[in-house]
Each structure stands twice: as C-alpha cells, then as structure tokens.
C-alpha cells in the first residue's frame, strides 16, 4: 500500500514499526505525566468534558461534573474541525484561555486539539496536553511541531489511518525529541453505516504489542451513539487500554456540537461506577481524584 | 445502498429492522436451546473447539480440553470453506458422524457448519446445531432450509455485511418458523491489514438494541492471531456478549488449518479463569460443566 | 488476510494466481463461446435485459429493445438473490422457462442466475450461460456444481472479495473440468454512499494482467444510479472490458426491481451509439447483431 | 456518519452540497484559469512531472518531456508529505524556486504541494497553482489559508473521504473568496490491495453532477503501479474529466520516490497519443501545447 522503505524499524508480527516506537526499542512502558498524573501506569486515567467549550458556565458545570465523577483530566475543544465551514468553528483562543481558568479554578488538568502549527506555541503555553484529531493524523508539519514542544500529545488515529501509519505518525512527534505521545484509538471508517465509525478494539492490544507507547479509547467519536459509549467503554478497559477519552456534557441536548454522542452528568457517574468493576476483573484500578463521589 | 423496500418491519435507531427479529415484536430476549444449553439468558456460553475435523484423536482429546476447560459446546467443521480449492475441504459426511460420536462419548453438544442445501438434512440428523458460515450469510436457499429443520442455527455475519443485511439473513431463517438463531459477529473486512478481520464489538450492543436474539462473539476468525484473542474476548464479554466461540486445538502447530489462532489447551483454561472475572463484573456468570477445572 | 497456501499457483506482481486462471499457465486469453458468440475475442459483447422476468410481455419487449438496440445477449433474473425474505424473490423456474422461449423466438442467446445446487441441472438444461451472483462468489458448492456442467458460466465478484479471492473462486470451476469463465466486476463496497457500490475499474486491467479469462463489466449494479450507467459503461470500454452487462426495461418505472438503475429502451440506444465511438478509440468493436439500429 | 448540519446547501440525488460548490447555485461550469490555461472547458487538459523535485538536471529533463509530449502544466514536490520521518521530505523552499526557474524556462506553468500553513504566502509568491494533498483534505486552517490567496488551488480527495466531504472541503476555500478549485479523484482506500488505492472514477459524473467545479483523476496514485496508468487514464477521460495528473520521470528506476508509478518519457508519449482518441470519441480535444510531437 505505502510504497515507502524506512531503514530504522523493527519488524514485530509482520509490521514494520519504527526506531522509537516500537516495543523492541524500548522494554517497558512509556508512561506519559500530565501535571502528575501518569498514563499507562497500572491505573486507568479517564478524559471526560464537552466537545466543545461553549461557555463559561457550560465549561465549569462540566468540569465539575467530570472531576466529582471520577474523571482526572479534561477534554474540551476551542479550535473545532468542522466538515462545513458554516458550522460552529470553536471559541479560538478565547476558548483555550477559558480551559485554562476553569481547569485552575477546579484543580483538573485539560486537554485541548490545536490544528493549525501557527498556533501550537500559543496553546503549549496554556494547555496541560495538546491533542493532535483525527483530522491531522498525516498532517506531517503540525506533527513535528508539537514534537518541538515538551507538552505531552495525545494523538488520535485516523479515521482511515492503519497501525502502521499511525505509529509512523507518532514516531514523527517522538523523532523531534519529544516522546510523551499517548495512542488514542478513536474508530475508524468502513462500510458500516448503524454506528458513526467502527470502533477498532483490536487496536488496543496490537498497538502494545508493537509500541511502548500508553494507549487510550474515545468511545464517543468510536461508536457516535451516547447509549453506546457504556458497553464499549467496559469492552475497551477489558481489551487492555490505559483510559478513556469521553465526551461529557451538562446538558447533552443543548450542545453545540456532539450532543447526541454526549454522557450526561448521571450517566457519566454510573459509568464510572461500573468501569472500576471491570479494572479490577482485568488487575487494574480506575485512578480517581480524591474527593470523587464513585 | 440496498435498493429493496419491505413492508413489515420496525425503525429503531434510524435501522429498518425486519417484522420477526426486531425486538418491538418481542420484548423479551429469545434464548436458545441447544441440548437443554440456553444461550440468551444471563449466563454466557462458551463454544470451543477446533477449526476443522482432522481425525479422531485430534477430536477426542481436543473435546476432552474444551469440556475441562469449562466450554459447553464443542464446534468443528466437517464441511470447510476455503478459499482455494487445492486446500483441505474437511472430513465431509465422515467428519460429521466423528462430531457425534465424540459429542456423545464425552458429553456435549456441539455445531457444525453445513454449506450445501443438499446437506441441510444430513447435518441436521447428527448435529445439535447448525452453523451457517460467514461466507453463506446471503445465501438464501440455504438460509430458508435450515429455517425449516427445527435445530437451533449459528449464523455468523458475513465479512460485508451491514448490521441490517445480517438481521435480514437471520429474519429469512425466522421467516421458515425456525425463530432458535444465534447471531455471531466474527470480524468485517476494512483497509487494516495488521489483524485478519476487524473484529466489529459495536456490533455487540447494536444487534441487542435492535432485536431480541442472543448475540455471541468469534474471537479467532475476528483477530486471526492467538495472541489476541485474551483481551478480545474479555472485550466482548464486556460488551455484553451472551457467548464466544474460540478455536482450540490440542496441539495448535500440526493444526490443518487456523493453528496460528487457535488457542492450546493451556491457554484456553488459563482464559476461562479470567472471563469469570470479567462475567461477574458486568453482572454475569460464565456457564459451565459441572467438573470443570477452572 | 487469508491464512491458507496453496500449492500449484504462479506469483503475478505479488500477487499468489492459482494454477489454472493464471496467465502464465496459458498465454493465450480464453475466448468463452456462448451459442457461437465469442466473448474474450477483439470484439466488445454486451448483455443487458432486466433485473427480474417479471411478465411475457415485459420480456418480451425488453429483448426486443436490446436485440435491436445492438445487444447480443439476453439477462434477466428468474431466482432473485434478495437481501429482504419479504421481497419478490423472481418467478423460478417458470421464469427460466420463459426466458428460454422467449430468447429463442427473438434468436437472442440468454444468461440466468442460479443461487441453489439443486436447480443447477435444470438451469443448465434451459440457459445459454449460468451466472454465480455476487452473493454467491464465495459458496464453493455451487462454483464446484457450475464446473461440473459444460455450459459457460458469468461469476460476478463478491461485492467485497479481493481480486485474489475472485480469482480463486473462478479456479473452483475451472478445477472441475469447465473453463469457459467470464469473470465480471459489479462494484465493490467502500465506505462512500452516494452510489450504490464503487465500481472498481482498475479490476479490468489486473484480471487481465493476472489471467487469462475474459472480464466483462456491470455499471448498473454498480453504480445504483440510471444517469451514471454511460459514463462508467464507456469508462469500462476504454479500460479494456471485453463487454458490458446492463440493466434495460421496457417501463423503468414500473419495474420490480432495480428499476431506478435501468435504462430506458431509447436511453440503451443512445449509449450503444456511443459506446461504438469508444471501443473504435481503443482498436475494438461492438459485436452486433445484424439487424441492429444503432 | 457525520452529525453536523449546515444551513446553505441543496440537495441534489440525496446528496447536501454546500451553498457555493452546488451546481444549483451555478448552472455554468466552472473554468479555472492557470496563467491562462482553462481547466473545466471542452478541452482535456495533462498535468504531468515528477512525485518529487530531485534535482535541476531531473527537473529539467522531464519538464521537457512533459511539453514536448503534451503536458500543458507541470506538476512536482518540494514539499512531500511522507508517512515516515525518515524518508525524503523533498527539498523545500530551494524545490520551489527551482520549480519556478525551469517553469518559466521551458514555457510551461506549475503546481505545487503546500502542507503548512506558514508556507502558504511564499508558495503562492512562487507557484502557478496551489496542491492541497490528499492527506489534508481535512486541514481546515489550511484551506481557509489558500482559500484567502487568489491562486487556483488543486484539492486531492482524501483517501477516505466521501463526495460529500470532499465538497465540503472545497467549500472551505470558496467560502473565503477564492472560487478557483480543481477537484481531483486520486484513488480512495478499500479493502483491495493489489492496487495502492481504488481509483473511484464514479466520483467523475457524480462530482461534476453535484458541482459546477472542473474535475481531475490522478491515474498514478489511484493504482500505483505504472502499466496500469494508460488503461486507467483512458477510462477517467471517457468518464467524462476534465483532465489527468500524471507523475512522469526522465529515468523512473532512479526516482526518490514513486517510481514504480511513474511513466518513463516515452510510455508518456504513447498515453498522449492514444488519449487524443478518446477524447475525440467523446466529443472533446487535448489541449496541447504548440510544438508537441503527438
């Protein structure tokens, strides 16, 4: 498929994986710290926030929600990747700085997407964690920018990226010196058309047994559907990932975007209620803040 | 992209879903009965056993292993689908009376595929239940005759097909008056080429919101790799799976086809032991024979 | 993809072609006779009729439209591979008893789908050519029951079969003696929805590069959309299709099936006119009979 | 699939096509101007030239390969989006300059590839028309950033992007003033591996049905394999586009990248000629440049 030859690699199952990506590179784990909370440790860390920040009052209720029910980092996008150009495009910087604030206010670290390499300086500086979407899975400058940083990056797989491609993707974020690189399996796109992508669980395991790198699950973009997160949240925790990437949203129905894929407070809580029980049946603990109501 | 309009059917989720499988025409789940085994209730099924029929010994001893192991359903293929026709086809008619012999003598029950409409009463007469295979899920003269045995059917989705087209093959069966189906979900075909399929686990969740027949999970076929199977089956059970159906074979290296997914004897005792971990954290019990090792 | 090696094949650009299909084993391309109509040879075929055989008059004035519009051999469908069981599933065996007379009062020769193992003695007694549908290109029953007649067979790719699978369905009947193959490429499914399936053309020119059998082209199932039928046919053409199958009705609208992606009698005329410019452009013919109008 | 809504669009055969690509909002096609060369009219215009820029002498020579076989634009990389790091990257800046110099050398205007953002201002200083690549179609900071130049601007369909989105992209450019777009089919990906990707020449007659923009195929990418660029080339021209990139090199074994696709300068020649011929076939001329030897 690729016609490409990469002289640093080790080949792993048949894969070609590259120089410092792979397993063979590196015995253990790469655990990635975000203000001190460590990914792929032993325990399970959870994202949870809206789509999108919207407001200030729609972000702090949210973030409330998330950390009380168990969540320890904070998603939530300013700059959004919208298929049209007339949909709601993100509150920008803005958006970022509100993150900021309320992440503060609330004592949770955040997450946010940055798209465009002009503004990966700006969001360096205020973000914990920089999320390089789906989108921008091939988008090579943007890649290499954020590995020019010291900020950990949470990079998503593309909808119609293969593990190959996508550990190629990271290996440019880990070849600027950078390789604090959590793995974000996030759906991908195939004929099915019940769900909004197909949820590749599979990757999960594939993806540790080539890579040293942490691995975590979105099971809202994966599936589309907000009954649906629950039981590929559980079936991801199962499968063996790191943590979960959920969107979370004070009042799904008045979101701006992702409403119908979106937990309410409620639902968040029961989940991670149930979520812990899976941890443990696979040896692992869902890490929690110390004051979460689960 | 299918062009066809049918008359009786629910919308549910924005699917079609056709008149007898849609869970508007039965609130209650269905379960199925396989030599007094239900499949559907809160207890999960565990099928197991080798790919393809090889001789009596292999049998023998592999059955033993399943029936230890705590599997209560016992597969093999007699009549092979390959993709070749230089390739081993199965023991045929020969193979099927070795299945019952087997079955009898060790006590359990067990499916086999049948490929041929002219074979549906063969296979019948000894089998406890019929599979029809992922290659056959539109083949709807067969689809309408096993519909009218009155054995319970496994049928597995096809590697194309949608969630839809696999409710429809499975309302063709009910259509006949046989309403004892069991869907099985065993990868889909996509671009990704690191696993053999991309086992669908939405499809999990899906197939029970739309309708009230039990839904199981192939993990061997899904993954194609032996090593994954472990944490794709957990998955799956996590999902809300009633059941898995997983290749084993006593020794998986002289296997005549699909050793590298099969599972040892070791291996699947040792993965029995963590799905009742799993089972119960979601709620359930793994079903088991009564002197089962783990 | 496929774990199974088989032993006596040729490797064509990476590509594993069994030993029979494969154009090292026979430099000659295959002409395929159907009544005396040389399917293989400089000469472009086509075949176009409806869907299903509905009634004598539909038929009857079909074929009409397509000898005089320059067809040379008569489709139509008597058993309906359909994904609903509610659906009209064709007229059966009276059907193909009316295409058979039909087809020789006009003095067209005719091709049949046949879906069952059972009916491919009858069908073999009525029918020019037997078709294996999309649906079937992976039952190995069937394509070893077609090998085992003498009549010609059409076996259209399975909508999500790799070449390589197509091809080694096509090696199923030549293994049983009959090598009189048209292989025929109908789409295949992506992920893309705005046409029905996504008609693979770079299939022409690597089946011709892989085998020997001649390969013909279905741009009405492939695309699902009448007004999209010329171009993909011309597009076909001047790939090196040695002929077309088309979808034609005598009253569209009123059609039972695939009605919205057949071509009216004058909308067949029209492209036959043009379809002699394009296969003048590439050093073909059309064949036509003698009293067409085009 | 994907869950937003935007207000300005028709829909036409199904499709949403947003408010300016739609051809209900334009009944006239599209032409596009490059330093005086009409894409979008009756004639069929060649892009052609190198994957990358190497080198002066490389660069040289197959520009003149490329006019004297009837080439009407030159295409070639400085800036090359490469799934490994540790491939070529193409020679940047000093590739773009280079492309400029032997453009205006030989008579015969460019397009270039620009993947960043803060790249865009100096390419569009230096180039006759903008590529925004396959790989990111999705980029949305930069298509707004060539959509703010007032550069014709050559957008690739992602590998995995429906018609809808691809159309959504281009609206992205045009809804910032720049209403010079070229859409180009380059091959999309399936499950099929034989072929780098599935040249999807349906999109052809459904883009231009859709939209009033002119419409491109790129043979090479679409296969990626060299002897099946002329019959896939043919085909995109009787499908109806409005002209071909191709990827041509002075001596294709020595290429940094792509050779395998690339046509040698007299496979080039042939293709032109014989394309003359279909484009006649279908009503339409290859544009050509004066002293062209075809």
Redesign the interface.
Known sequence: ????????QAII???SV?VRVNRKSKAEPTTVNVNGILIGSSDVVIFAGPCAVESHEQLLETAKTVKSGGGMILRGGAFK???????FQGLGDEGVKMLRDISREIGIPFVTEV????KVEFVAEYADMLQVGS??M????LL?EVGLTRKPVLLKRG??A????FL?SA??IL?QGNDQVVLCERG???????????????A???LK?LSHLPVIVDPSH????R??VP??A???????ADGLIMEVHYKPDEAL??G??SLSPDEFTQLMY?LK??A???GREILMPQHAVV
Chains 1, 2, 3, 4 share one sequence.
């Open positions: 498929m690729e016609s490409d030859h990469y002289n640093d199952g048949g894969c590259p990747p919208r298929s049209s150009p007339y949909n798209m465009d390499t002009r989108r921008n091939h988008n090579y400058p290499k909808m119609m293969t593990i190959e491609e190629l290996e440019y070849s991908i796109r195939t004929f099915e058309t019940s769900t909004r992508n197909t949820l590749d669980l599979s999960i395991p594939m047994h994966g599936t589309g559907l009954w649906m039981p590929m559980k079936a991801a925790i199962a499968a063996g975007c992702d119908h894929q149930d029980k899976i443990q049946a696979v």
